[in-house]
């Protein structure tokens, strides 16, 4: 029997059957665990990707690039061709162009007045400037509602954990206790209590991963990904304190303020560009005649013009029309100014809030709600307390635990506002 040649074609063909299933494999557990391990980063890049507002926010800017060529762009000249003086009995003989025809070949081209063009321009580049601030206040609004939603998420699987635990100790307690109802040791009363509590902690723990899976649904829709990741996970830890940042000394570069800006000159360049409509564009054309006739030169050249004459159409309209936008865009200009001071007192109100709170729960409140449950179970463990102050202690830790995760919620979902608001690197990441 003749050896197997591993070196053959064939056997690497038929490893590489075998192999690329178990590769495919690999290659989703490793998507599946970027999905149950999501950090804000992948979260931030995905919604750049797939978010449907983001997409339309980049082909209304495209657009507008395409409104700056065709603004620079000059009239087409006009090609004409005429024929007259066709005797439809008896044009002549011989080849077409012999015959008594007049002909005219004619070219006409529009001679743009009163700085149309370069206004044109102007305009389009307004509403460029526009766009593209659009765009990077999509970008900053989207990544601060995807960081909320990211903290929010992390909050409710904390919330969870924290109900599961709660399980754990109600189901470990109330084992206990039957046990110990075998030895007369407690009363039928305590054991029927525990049963309640437990019933009511996995009431709870039910309604905790419902909460959660709103919450991971709420940010698969923002990032712009399928049902499939209804099952993420938010990985990263809570964020650090950082000191309260300055405020900055104008609110120009917002880009919401930007776009409001342009669109205001935008308004201006049209008002403009309206009021040079009342000048007149002149229109010049030159023509080559060809009427072949016996004892005279067949072929002549001309020359002409046309101007409009405005007697029933003055512009009045859309002059009026172009003012009341310009002032419409800048009433919005000032609306816009007032809503980022607004946004931003609003935003350091609730940073400075949550950062004390913030403080109070991490620095003294858990330690002493967990000391005293860890006392309490000492105490009954003992007999020196009754049934009852354990189960408030287990409760006022449960709550304790449940506010300190929603303090960290709290601090994060502000500092990301407070950054938004007036961070100069988050307008800048948010335009690339």
Not at 244 to 255: E, K, Q
Not at 382 to 391: F, H, K, N
Not at 401 to 417: C, G, N, R, S
Request: proline content about 4%; hydrophobic content about 45%; charged content about 25%.
């Amino acid at each position: 029997m003749n050896g197997f040649n591993f070196d053959s074609p064939c056997f690497g063909a038929l490893l590489a059957v075998f192999l690329m299933p178990l590769l495919a494999l690999a290659a989703n557990e490793d998507a599946r665990e970027v999905s149950r391990n999501l950090s804000l980063v992948q979260a931030e890049q995905l919604m750049r990707e797939n978010a449907p507002s983001i997409r339309a926010a980049a082909i209304a800017l495209q657009s507008s690039r395409a409104d700056v060529i065709t603004a620079a762009e000059a009239p087409n000249p006009q090609l004409s061709w005429n024929s007259s003086a066709i005797n439809a009995h008896d044009s002549g003989g011989g080849p077409l162009w012999e015959r008594s025809v007049d002909s005219v070949a004619r070219i006409d081209q529009l001679l743009e007045r009163g700085g149309k063009r370069s206004l044109r321009l102007r305009a389009a580049h307004a509403g460029e400037a526009a766009a593209r601030a659009d765009y990077s206040d999509a970008m900053r609004t989207s990544r601060m509602n995807v960081a909320r939603a990211y903290y929010d998420l992390k909050y409710l699987q904390e919330a969870e954990r924290i109900a599961h635990a709660l399980v754990d100790l109600q189901s470990h307690s109330l084992s206990a206790a039957e046990t110990r109802l075998q030895k007369g040791d407690v009363a039928k009363v305590d054991v029927m209590r525990l049963e309640i509590e437990l019933a009511r902690a996995q009431s709870e723990l039910t309604d905790a991963q419902a909460a959660k899976r709103a919450g991971q649904i709420a940010l698969t829709g923002l990032i712009g990904l399928d049902d499939a990741g209804a099952q993420l996970q938010a990985g990263d830890p809570w964020p650090s304190k950082v000191p309260l940042a300055p405020l900055p000394a104008t609110l120009d570069a917002r880009p919401d303020i930007v776009a409001a800006t342009a669109r205001s000159d935008l308004a201006t360049a049209d008002v403009s560009l309206a009021q040079a409509a009342r000048t007149r564009d002149v229109t010049v054309g030159v023509q080559f005649e060809h009427y072949p006739q016996p004892l005279s030169h067949a072929n002549s050249v001309g020359i002409g013009f046309s101007i409009p004459l405005f007697i029933g159409n003055k512009y009045e309209g859309e002059i009026a029309r172009a003012s009341a936008d310009r002032r419409a865009a800048e009433d919005a200009l000032r609306t816009t100014k007032l809503a980022a001071n607004s946004e931003i007192q609003q935003a350091q109100a609730e940073f400075i809030a949550a950062s004390d709170k913030l403080d109070r729960y991490r620095n003294s409140v858990i330690e002493r709600a967990q000391a005293s449950a860890d006392a309490a179970e000492y105490a009954y463990a003992r007999s020196a307390i009754g049934l009852t102050d354990l189960l408030d202690a287990r409760r006022a830790l449960e709550a304790i635990k449940l506010d300190a995760v929603a303090a960290e919620a709290a601090y994060a979902k502000a500092l990301v506002t407070w950054r938004a608001a007036i961070d100069p690197s988050f307008f800048e990441l948010a335009m690339h």
